[in-house]
């Protein structure tokens, strides 16, 4: 069952920030994020592995909520470079912790 | 000093041929991945090797066939391409949970 992102896509001026939502409708084993620019491979951003972990990269950083089977993607004072396709991918705890499927993503757009 | 390897980068092919994509990792991960994304950027799992053993195989056509040499290596074969077939495939590896991905082979069938 793939997760469900939300917004689609997001449009920010540089310095705005931004919230990405992944939910999912089974017990989740991890949450991961990844970023994909137009042409390129998805590149790992964070993991988050037990609930209400929080990470860091950068100024972007993930909350993880087990309970409400949610993760959430900050972007903190958004810069040019953040633009691209955002996915959470999931990790389920029937499926074991290898198996990803990925949500639909979330296009950001960060302009001038 | 390449992570993950695939080639070829560009696949256009007819419809009905057999072809094959080869990915290499360097990273001396014990699992790898194959992925494909379609033309709505929908990322989706199609096999997992670990130490050449077959441990996910998502429903996908019979004519999709990989094969693990080795632990550095995970091939793609297709046979009889269909028109459903054009999208990029990326290969991926994993040691423990983060996943590198290879820069992806975009196929079309024309």
């Known amino acids: 069952q793939?997760?469900?992102?939300?917004?689609?896509?997001?449009?920010?001026?540089?310095?705005e920030d931004a919230v990405i939502n992944c939910s999912s409708s089974k017990a989740l084993y991890s949450v991961h994020w990844y970023?994909?620019?137009?042409?390129?491979?998805?590149v790992f951003l964070m993991i988050l592995l037990k609930g209400g972990e929080q990470?860091?990269?950068?100024?972007?950083?993930?909350?993880?909520?087990?309970k409400k089977q949610q993760s959430s993607l900050y972007l903190?004072?958004?810069?040019?470079?953040?633009?691209?396709?955002?996915?959470?991918?999931?990790?389920?705890?029937?499926?074991?912790?290898?198996?990803?499927?990925?949500?639909?993503?979330t296009r950001l757009q960060v302009q001038p | 000093d390449t992570a993950?390897?695939?080639?070829?980068?560009?696949?256009?092919?007819?419809?009905?041929?057999d072809k094959s994509i080869k990915c290499e990792?360097?990273?001396g991960h014990d699992t790898m991945y194959w992925y494909k994304q379609d033309s709505k950027k929908f990322l989706k799992i199609m096999f997992s090797y670990n130490n050449k053993e077959l441990i996910i195989n998502e429903t996908v056509p019979n004519r999709f066939s990989p094969k693990s040499p080795d632990k550095a290596h995970l091939n793609l074969?297709?046979?009889?391409?269909?028109l459903g077939d054009s999208a990029v495939y990326f290969c991926a590896s994993s040691r423990y949970n983060e996943q590198?991905?290879?820069?992806?082979?975009?196929?079309?069938?024309?």
């Open chain 2, 4 to 17: 993950v390897s695939q080639t070829p980068k560009y696949l256009v092919t007819q419809m009905g041929n």
């Open chain 2, 100 to 110: 590198f991905f290879g820069p992806g082979t975009r196929l079309t069938v024309l």
């Open chain 2, 77 to 82: 074969h297709i046979n009889s391409l269909e």
């Open chain 1, 35 to 42: 970023r994909q620019k137009h042409g390129e491979a998805p």
């Open chain 1, 2 to 15: 793939q997760p469900v992102q939300s917004p689609q896509a997001v449009i920010l001026r540089e310095g």
């Open chain 1, 55 to 66: 990470k860091g990269h950068e100024k972007i950083s993930a909350s993880f909520n087990v």
């Open chain 2, 25 to 27: 990792q360097n990273l």
């Open chain 1, 76 to 105: 903190t004072a958004s810069q040019l470079s953040y633009s691209g396709t955002y996915f959470c991918g999931t990790a389920y705890m029937d499926t074991g912790r290898r198996a990803l499927t990925f949500g639909s993503g």
